[in-house]
């Protein structure tokens, strides 16, 4: 269960989008309670995500945090793959290289190997 999905939902049904996104494995959720909290959103997910509609992540460009790495990182990672256009995957478990990005047409790279990036 991601939770803060149904706030992204309402956005995206609405037209709109975050400036910024983060979903975090098993950290606690901070409820938004401002319009402009939902700049930059962070979800947090604590439980499976096998019946979680990850439509509303179609095209964005996702941070994925989790202090280590388990089964429901993995599984949730697998879920963004399928809508997100790219995600920064972020892991305390990685030690000094920390993490990665992926991308839908250029795949898995290393942050110093993000020449594919345009601003």
Not at 63 to 72: D, E, F, I, V
Not at 95 to 119: E, L, M, P, Q
Request: with cysteine; glycine share 6%.
């Amino acid at each position: 269960m991601i939770e803060g999905l149904h706030h992204l939902l309402t956005l995206r049904k609405a037209g709109l989008r975050p400036r910024s996104l983060v979903v975090s494995i098993e950290c606690p959720y901070k409820r938004p309670k401002y319009i402009n909290d939902f700049e930059d959103m962070e979800l947090t997910v604590h439980e499976s995500v096998a019946h979680d509609d990850f439509r509303a992540f179609k095209d964005m460009q996702i941070t994925l945090y989790s202090g280590s790495w388990n089964q429901l990182s993995a599984d949730v990672l697998e879920k963004l793959k399928g809508y997100a256009e790219e995600i920064t995957v972020m892991c305390a478990d990685y030690g000094s290289d920390i993490g990665y990005f992926w991308h839908r047409d250029h795949g898995v790279k290393d942050f110093g190997d993000k020449t594919w990036h345009t601003s």
